[in-house]
């Protein structure tokens, strides 16, 4: 039977004279599904392509080739960090086969600067421009109209909804999980509780979310809904699902008057965004916004920030022009 070295030994040759048998045997004893296998065995191949073009081999292989080859890939950014991981895995094993110290694939995927992460096809993180946010505050306040009480009590928690979100900056599925102990009458404190305590936050309330939450508090004892879900899907307090939500929140910007000017869709996220965006805007520390957002990671809160830059500059450049072709209100925002 041959030793551990030996076995140690011929991988180590295998991974030098041809990286695609070797990976081959590595992706065997993975245990992954045959479509999977397929499309890791593609992905390794143009690496190794990539390799062979920058002149590198797995040995000695840098972090700028590997940059580079994800950087230059024609695909969304999702897509790329799932290539990174797949080289990151793969060099961990050759590496402790090498008995070498270092990754050069290590912590690539969270650099949140990285010239890779600009994917053509990605979406710019989207927002809603001041005058979009202050129609759709102020038509959160508009009266609810000659509704039956059922309509009623929907509008009331749809727009206490909106307010979680651009108040708040909660995600769909905390504010389908929201409890009526998660708010205290009156008070700018949101407490969003997750599965595992340690990461359970709270979140600093807009003083117009804090009144639409007044409101909604009101109307939901009056009416006496069951169970203790904040924003209940029926009487009965069943919760909230997450189309249902989607088509709610559509609904209350549509009637906002938003909608029809906006290209992209106000969605509960554009919303989260924009609750970051009065905060930066008001001087609020990044890293103070990512732990009222929920985010783990300090380089989360510096990446948003850095979206919403690049955003306002592309709102004042599209605004400055405007004016300039005697189209623009001088009042605009």
């Given amino acids: 039977m041959p030793s551990n070295s030996d076995i140690f030994d011929q991988q180590r040759d295998d991974w030098h004279t041809n990286p695609q048998i070797a990976f081959d045997a590595w992706l065997a004893q993975q245990e992954f599904r045959a479509s ?36 230059q890939l024609d695909i969304r950014r999702p897509q790329r960090i799932r290539y990174l991981r797949l080289i990151e895995r793969v060099l961990d094993h050759v590496r402790e086969i090498e008995m070498a110290s270092t990754n050069p694939a290590r912590f690539i995927a969270q ?42 009590w929907r509008e009331r928690r749809d727009r206490a909804l909106v307010g979680a979100f651009l108040g708040g900056g909660v995600k769909t599925g905390e504010a389908a999980a929201l409890t009526v102990s998660c708010y205290v009458w009156g008070q700018p404190w949101l407490t969003v509780d997750a599965a595992n305590p340690a990461i359970a936050r709270q979140t600093r309330l807009a003083p117009f979310a804090i009144a639409l939450f007044d409101n909604w508090i009101s109307e939901r004892k009056t009416l006496g809904l069951a169970g203790n879900l904040m924003f209940p899907a029926a009487p009965s307090g069943r919760p909230m699902h997450k189309a249902t939500m989607l088509r709610a929140i559509d609904a209350v910007v549509e009637a906002s008057g938003i909608a029809a000017s906006r290209a992209a869709r106000a969605s509960p996220q554009t919303l989260r965004n924009t609750f970051a965006a009065d ?3 008001s001087g609020t520390d990044p890293e103070r916004v990512g732990q009222w957002l929920g985010f783990q990671q300090p380089i989360s809160s510096h990446r948003l920030h850095r979206a919403w830059q690049q955003w306002m500059g592309e709102e004042i450049r599209e605004r400055d022009i405007a004016r300039a072709r005697g189209g623009g209100d001088e009042n605009a925002v």
């Fill in 111 to 152: 650099d949140g600067s990285a010239a890779w992460r600009d994917a053509r096809e990605n979406e710019p993180t989207g927002f809603l421009a001041h005058g979009e946010r202050a129609l759709l505050v102020a038509h959160l306040f508009s009266p609810i109209g000659d509704l039956s009480t059922g309509q009623r």
């Fill in 36 to 71: 999977s296998a397929d499309v890791y065995r593609a992905q390794w191949g143009l690496f190794l392509e990539w390799l062979k073009a920058k002149r590198t081999t797995l040995q000695s292989v840098e972090r700028p080739v590997i940059e580079q080859f994800v950087a």
């Fill in 279 to 281: 905060l930066f805007e």
